[in-house]
């Protein structure tokens, strides 16, 4: 890769991010809106002493889960634009590698990701009173890394997309099992067996280990940096996915 090229890439779409203000409102707004929806689902759910509330613990996890998911759907439709409006055909003609364009998508995704997930930890935090163990900031950076394998796995299955449909008929397959699986409605080691096997193969599976980690833990713990470099080199192996099955066009 080319760093001035990746550079000039991650500004590109970052500008083009900019004067989207439907994706700004998306990105920025849908996440807190969200998180108040799930405080008042559970404001007034019982607390056993010595426990997290119920908020605490669903909230915690949703930090991590809606950059994955919101990421997921804005970068495989924005791909697809690319392609199916010659764009990316265009810049491939040019000096500027597969690479070069995924790394730039999702350094600049990743850059917005640090917005989202810092205004919507602010809202958890300051707002509703989320209380975790560990400190807000690494909650922050894996809701980050969480938001760019996002990125990476919309990137990659947009490549076998030829609609904008198209790509939003892959969330069922590529994000649903995952936020079944992850641990956040059953316990994963109180999963049948084989679902169990197939939660461990999960990247978000990871990223909603290491937050619960953090919830619990006053210091960064063993296991927390461990699915903390599960997750990110999952997004790493994505992109490299993306592009190599990248097309110039839908046909």
Do not use: K
């Not at 550079?7 to 108040?36: E, S, Y």
């Not at 010595?50 to 950059?67: H, K, T």
């Not at 919830?215 to 997750?231: F, I, K, N, Q, S």
């Amino acid at each position: 890769m080319n760093a001035r090229i990746l550079a000039a890439t991650t500004g590109r779409v970052l500008r083009q991010l900019r004067h989207d203000r439907r994706t700004v409102a998306l990105l920025v707004l849908v996440p807190a809106l969200l998180l108040t929806l799930v405080y008042y689902m559970y404001a007034d759910q019982p607390t056993p002493p010595g426990q997290p509330s119920m908020f605490d613990r669903v909230a915690l996890v949703m930090l991590g889960v809606f950059p994955f998911v919101i990421m997921f759907l804005v970068t495989s439709i924005a791909m697809l634009r690319e392609r199916t409006t010659g764009t990316l055909e265009r810049l491939l003609t040019t000096p500027l590698g597969r690479l070069d364009l995924l790394f730039g998508y999702g350094i600049a995704f990743g850059l917005a990701a640090a917005g989202q997930a810092a205004i919507a930890a602010g809202v958890a935090y300051r707002v509703f009173g989320l209380t975790t163990a560990g400190s807000s900031a690494l909650v922050i950076a894996i809701a980050v890394v969480d938001a760019v394998l996002g990125v990476a796995l919309g990137l990659l299955c947009s490549a076998f997309a030829r609609t904008e449909f198209q790509a939003v008929q892959f969330m069922p397959v590529v994000v649903i099992p995952q936020l079944l699986l992850c641990g956040l409605f059953v316990a994963r080691d109180e999963m049948a067996g084989w679902l169990q096997a197939v939660s461990d193969a999960l990247p978000l599976s990871y990223a909603v280990e290491a937050l619960q980690e953090v919830g619990a833990h006053a210091e960064p713990t063993a296991t927390m940096w461990r699915d903390l470099g599960v997750v990110a080199g999952a997004a790493v192996l994505a992109l490299a996915l993306a592009a190599a099955t990248l097309r110039r066009r839908s046909g």
